[in-house]
């Protein structure tokens, strides 16, 4: 197949039809649009439906009725929109139901600004909405790998029944990549003998809902979701390592930091300072197995993120006090660059 | 419409004006032109782009001004807005005969809809409107396609289309083969449209390979401008 030349947000677009998704209920906002965009005019070609909510809000509640008729379903937005979809998504993850939402997050808090920014890192692994439940939250740092991860978010999504989060920001959506479109197979979502698609020969009908009234009957339906909470956490985490085999500093950073953090790896390496890079590609479950084997050789950690240090918490607990965590990070809409990280890196490593 | 220099071509109306689909490679067009024409004097890049809220001209504005290229754009505090804002001086460009002027459109018809507003002061026999094309942009792979893009921008410009520029690439990866594959779906196009293919947009470094390869095509060498963080240094 010929490369063809996409923007992220056309990927996000691109890998959910790739993964069967025919169902997206989104409203939209800068910086995603393009993605509401190319879906807007693609599933009606494919014979999907695409809806234009009234908002975030209704949205959410659309992809809660179709993810309980089973279907693949999407819904896309950035930050305030998230922000605005909380309820549903904890209604969903009470109801537990697959779906994917995306957030192509923006500088905050509150209406903040269209830049770029990692601001909803503790909304998204940690929960934005009410109650003990999880997200599986993946953060891709390429066009292509948008594509390879919105795939894997649907099958996640389906084998947890749970919903999924794709995380991205505005040089992501934005930007421009090759991509080789694979040809091949339209994946298709597995049988969901829970989904109500009316009653048929079932004997009883299936009801979806996240109501539990009994406080011991919740407690149940908590602590089997725990279980599966702690499957995904051992056997879904994910991330890429770039020259940390003999490194004494060990970066973290996740999305597009990541990719200005490995040419600050380089730049480092070319001064002969022996640091790499640890790039979690899923942010929930927390790559902490990675973040332990590096703790045993690295000296010391540097976590860059667009915002405050969030992710930031969770490599201080998975280091668990061993090492030196040091933090850069720009918030509100800034980008870190290249030449800020290696000053941080030369600074550490004195 | 093009002048030559050092055997390659490059747009030289008064007012240069680029449109064509989301992605297509305007801005890179538009900021290439107006370099070349700051050759021989002041030029002025505006920068139309309503829709796109990252890679526009104005994020290389500081650049340009110390070679002659005067940016056009909302004010700084406005520079990340996400409002159409449009200032007084583009009206400036469009009705001064002693300004030369680069247009940089947004893209789709959604984005041409701004140019559309100025069609009254689009200055008669001095401007021409330059469609881009990148073959290898999803969904604007074949004539058919090209067409029907053509037909929802000059309708929502309500100025017709006066040149092709095939734009064809993948980034930094290019090879020429794939630009000139993408110059033969243009010749189709400008052959049904009966409007000419003015030039081929070329990443600076294989630029002689294509001029070699496809004999009789103008060039124009491109240095390519809107990267991605990582490729920056501070």
Redesign the interface.
Known sequence: MPKVLMKGNEAFGEGAIRAGCRCTFAYPITPQSELTHFLARRLPEIGGVFVQAESEVSAINMVYGAAAAGARVLTSTSSPGISLMQEGLSYIAGARLPCVVVNVMRGGPGLGNIAPAQGDYWQAVKGGGHGDYRLIVLAPASVPEIIALMELAFDLADKYRNPVMVVGDGVLGQMMEPVELESGEIRTAPEKPWATTGQGDRPQRNVINSLHIVPEDNERFNLDQAAVFAEIRRREQRSEEYRTEDAELVLMAFGTVARVAKAAVDRARARGIRAGLIRPITLWPFPDESVRRAAAQAQQFLVVEMNLGQMLEDVRLSVNGKRPVHFYGRPGGTVPTVREILDEVSRIMG | MLTTVGGFFYPNKRVNVFVGP??SGKTELAINTALVLAEQGLVTLVDLDII????RVRLVKTELAGRDVEVVCPPDELL???VPALTPAILGVLSRDDQRGVFDVGGDDIGAVVLGSFRPYLPAGQYAIYFVV?T????F?TAADIHRMIDRIERAVRVGVDYLVSNT???L?TEPA?VIEGRRILDVVARERGIPVAFTGVRSGIAETVQELDAGTPVFPLRLFMR???????
Do not use: S, V
């Open positions: 989301l992605g796109n809220p990252h890679y990340q807005a996400d990148n290898c942009r999803p969904h792979t690439n993948i980034g990866e794939t991605p963080p990582w490729e920056k240094w501070g």
